[in-house]
């Protein structure tokens, strides 16, 4: 069977998570052998967090889980493309729809922020 090669990344692989409905691209993140295998095994989107440097279930605070649709391996078996559905709305920890909600803007040194926000961090990340 096909796998990534996780040796080549030393042990993480970069994984793109897009929204299957929309074709959105929600997040990049990486995962480990550990989390691959989890994400396969359960339909549910299994990242490793390289910050606390554990699996980090995704949603597993939020609530807002990426139900995996299909998976997809780029040419090099060195990259991951996971269509999900995501639940509850937002992919990212700041609320968004997508991580990718700042647009860089053109002649400027400033960006701008596009969508709306679906949630309060504070709200939901109470540490």
């Given at each position: 069977?096909?796998?990534?090669?996780?040796?080549?990344?030393?042990?993480l692989?970069?994984?793109?998570?897009?929204?299957?409905?929309?074709?959105?691209?929600?997040?990049?993140?990486?995962?480990?052998?550990?989390?691959?295998?989890?994400?396969?095994?359960?339909?549910?989107?299994?990242?490793?967090?390289?910050?606390?440097?554990?699996?980090?279930?995704?949603?597993?605070?939020?609530g807002?889980?990426?139900?995996?649709?299909?998976?997809?391996?780029?040419?090099?078996?060195?990259?991951?493309l996971?269509?999900v559905?995501?639940?509850?709305?937002?992919?990212?920890?700041?609320?968004?729809?997508?991580c990718?909600?700042?647009?860089?803007?053109?002649?400027?040194?400033?960006?701008?922020?596009?969508?709306?926000?679906?949630?309060?961090?504070?709200?939901?990340?109470?540490?």
């Open positions: 069977m096909l796998r990534p090669d996780f040796g080549k990344c030393g042990g692989v970069p994984v793109i998570a897009q929204d299957d409905a929309s074709g959105d691209v929600l997040m990049l993140a990486y995962m480990n052998e550990a989390a691959y295998d989890e994400t396969l095994q359960t339909g549910r989107a299994v990242y490793f967090s390289r910050s606390r440097n554990k699996l980090w279930r995704k949603g597993e605070e939020s807002n889980v990426q139900k995996v649709i299909s998976v997809f391996l780029d040419c090099d078996a060195d990259t991951i996971l269509r559905e995501q639940v509850g709305g937002a992919a990212c920890h700041e609320g968004f729809k997508s990718f909600f700042r647009k860089i803007a053109q002649n400027t040194d400033g960006f701008e922020t596009i969508g709306e926000r679906i949630f309060d961090p504070k709200d939901v990340y109470k540490k």
